[in-house]
């Protein structure tokens, strides 16, 4: 058995294999793009997640810097460093030996023959 194959039955033959490989590439390159489009899609929705947080994470350091400065606005207002409170013991506790010093000399004074005026 033998089969004979003319020239242009050949060519004929050969370009629609090659028809069928580029339709069968075509294809699987359309489904390749498609599925790198979903992918990239889906990244671009996480990159927009990840700005909303970003944004936001801003928002809020920039809340805890706010309060911090009015911390620090407040502070010298109501804290009393400690020499400051030192000093000012200090002073309160020499007015109270004076006005003891000023009691027992009246006292003394008392206690001295005619010497209570």
Same mark, same amino acid.
Not at 35 to 45: E, K, M, P, T, Y
Not at 96 to 115: C, F, H, M, T, Y
């Given at each position: 058995?033998?089969?004979?194959?003319?020239?242009?039955?050949?060519?004929?033959?050969?370009?629609?294999?090659?028809?069928?490989?580029?339709?069968?590439?075509?294809?699987?390159?359309?489904?390749?793009?498609?599925?790198?489009?979903?992918?990239?899609? %889906?990244?671009?929705? #996480?990159? /927009?997640? +990840?700005?909303?947080?970003?944004?936001? @994470? *801003?928002?809020?350091?920039?809340?805890?810097?706010?309060?911090?400065?009015?911390?620090?606005?407040?502070?010298?207002? %109501?804290?009393?460093? #400690?020499? /400051?409170? +030192?000093?000012?013991?200090?002073?309160? @506790? *020499?007015?109270?030996?004076?006005?003891?010093?000023?009691?027992?000399?009246?006292?003394?004074?008392?206690?001295?023959?005619?010497?209570?005026?």
């Amino acid at each position: 058995m033998t089969v004979q194959v003319d020239f242009w039955q050949l060519v004929l033959l050969l370009i629609s294999f090659f028809g069928a490989c580029a339709w069968a590439f075509k294809l699987l390159l359309g489904q390749t793009q498609r599925h790198l489009d979903d992918r990239f899609s %889906n990244v671009s929705l #996480r990159l /927009d997640g +990840i700005e909303v947080a970003n944004k936001e @994470e *801003a928002a809020q350091w920039a809340r805890v810097e706010r309060e911090l400065m009015d911390l620090k606005a407040e502070l010298p207002l %109501n804290y009393v460093r #400690r020499e /400051d409170y +030192i000093r000012g013991q200090s002073i309160i @506790e *020499a007015k109270l030996d004076g006005l003891a010093v000023k009691i027992e000399n009246n006292q003394l004074r008392s206690l001295l023959p005619g010497g209570g005026k």
